[in-house]
């Protein structure tokens, strides 16, 4: 009888985290699944890239669950089982918004319209297991203080996505790199890398404990963050097929561009995730 | 002789909660970054100091093919300039016929694939102009 009871309590409080998975996935999936382009990349983009894509996107989405599921899992296959669940909640979200917005409607082949959810349902999914702390209440201290050096720049990683992402696909991060001159570009690159460290000691990250000394800081943070950004900011660049064709001053205005809403997201990724 | 500045000792009060995570992979990633920032920093300071010119739109005919009742010329697009060239309005002349494209971007020292469609094989008589682009 109370054992009953018990189990009903834990599946009414499966149900809330799931309804917070779905409401994250809606908060961070709404800007790309009314982006045009995206819709587009449904149709032009490599199918090798594609895959590749949603395979690295495993392991990213994995230590979110493991950082910040939306149910409090602190095990392996516990982690592994909200990676799923996300990913349908995710997949759930994109196909009703994406058919609700009339995107399918003259979609010739099953071929594109598998592409543009495929593409969706990451950034729909990593917002799915972001949910617990985007509108969850239990936000527990000794969350914040478990990741170590590798679990920080792995966050920084995630955050620089969660920013990166929503802005690659669209024209204005492209034309922007092509009106920039080389001072802007430069520029940017120091300002970016300004407000990324003014942010992680604001932040508080572990960095301002454990690394006393600020050149250290900005260097084993900072600098390391910033030099993941850009890498980060090179394989989104790359799967949209934007550096093609690209020389490399050009390539390098085009990371130094999507590098400074990398660098903000992963700098704030402490306040996001 | 002054004190130099030696390695802490292993009783370091800030590290007694937590086992010290391992010094070189915090340094190798630090010096990634700093490899990644100079080395985008040289990139644009080389190109700040060789001349920009103008968008210089080379074409060259790569190859044709029949397709579906017409014959297909695939052409490359080559932006042999400094500067970016946005809509370039490619033009193909064969005989009497003309077919055209618009590129949307052809970045500075870049390269985009043009394909016009004639109705008959437009090898060896191609005739290929660049009409005009916007400055982004």
Redesign the interface.
């Known amino acids: 009888m109370t054992q009953a009871l018990l189990q009903d309590r834990a599946s009414l409080a499966y149900a809330r985290d799931l309804g917070r998975a779905f409401g994250g996935a809606l908060l961070f999936g709404l800007p790309l699944l009314m982006t045009m382009e995206m819709w587009n990349y449904g149709l032009t983009l490599d199918g090798t890239r594609l895959a590749i894509f949603l395979l690295t996107s495993l392991p990213l989405l994995f230590g979110l669950a493991h950082f910040a599921g939306f149910t409090p899992a602190r095990s392996v296959s516990l982690a592994a089982l909200e990676v799923f669940a996300a990913l349908a909640v995710g997949f759930v979200s994109v196909c009703i918004l994406l058919a609700l917005l009339g995107v399918f409607q003259d979609v010739a082949s099953p071929g594109v319209t598998a592409g543009q959810v495929a593409l969706q349902v990451v950034p729909a999914a990593m917002g799915a297991l972001l949910a617990r702390r985007q509108f969850g209440t239990d936000r527990t201290s000794e969350d914040e203080g478990e990741a170590?050096?590798?679990g920080e720049?792995f966050l920084m990683v995630a955050g620089a996505l969660f920013l990166a992402l929503n802005i690659a696909p669209t024209e204005e991060a492209?034309?922007i790199s092509?009106?920039m001159?080389?001072?802007q570009?430069?520029a940017l690159?120091v300002l970016s890398?300004g407000l990324m460290h003014t942010i992680v000691y604001m932040a508080g990250f572990a960095g301002q404990?454990?690394q006393?000394h600020p050149v250290?800081a900005f260097?084993?943070f900072?600098?390391?963050?910033?030099?993941?950004v850009?890498?980060t900011c090179a394989f989104i660049l790359w799967l949209f097929g934007a550096l093609d064709?690209?020389?490399?001053?050009?390539t390098?205005?085009a990371?130094?561009v999507l590098g400074f809403p990398g660098a903000i997201g992963a700098a704030s990724a402490r306040l996001l995730i | 002789m002054t004190r130099k500045p030696s390695r802490p000792p292993a009783s370091k009060p800030?590290?007694t909660s937590?086992a010290p995570?391992?010094p070189w992979?915090?340094?190798a990633?630090?010096g990634?970054?700093?490899?990644?920032?100079l080395g985008?920093?040289g990139?644009?300071?080389?190109?700040?100091m060789s001349e920009v010119e103008d968008p210089d739109v080379q074409l060259r005919l790569i190859e044709t093919r029949p397709s579906q009742g017409q014959w297909l010329a695939e052409i490359e697009a080559r932006n042999l300039g400094g500067e970016?060239a946005?809509e370039v309005e490619i033009e193909g002349r064969l005989g009497d016929e003309t077919a055209s494209a618009l590129v949307d971007?052809l970045?500075?020292?870049?390269?985009?694939t043009v394909i016009l469609g004639f109705s008959e094989n437009p090898e060896g008589r191609l005739e290929m102009r660049t009409r005009g682009w916007i400055e982004?």
């Not at chain 1, 064709?245 to 050009?250: M, T």
Request: glycine letters at 10%.
């Open positions: 170590r050096y590798p720049l492209r034309l092509y009106m001159g080389p001072w570009a430069i690159m890398l404990e454990e006393g250290s260097i084993h900072t600098l390391a963050g910033y030099g993941l850009l890498l064709g690209h020389s490399l001053p050009a390098v205005d990371l130094i | 800030t590290s937590k995570d391992p992979l915090a340094w990633m630090g990634l970054g700093i490899v990644l920032v985008c920093l990139v644009i300071l080389w190109r700040a970016t946005a971007y970045p500075a020292s870049g390269r985009r982004p």
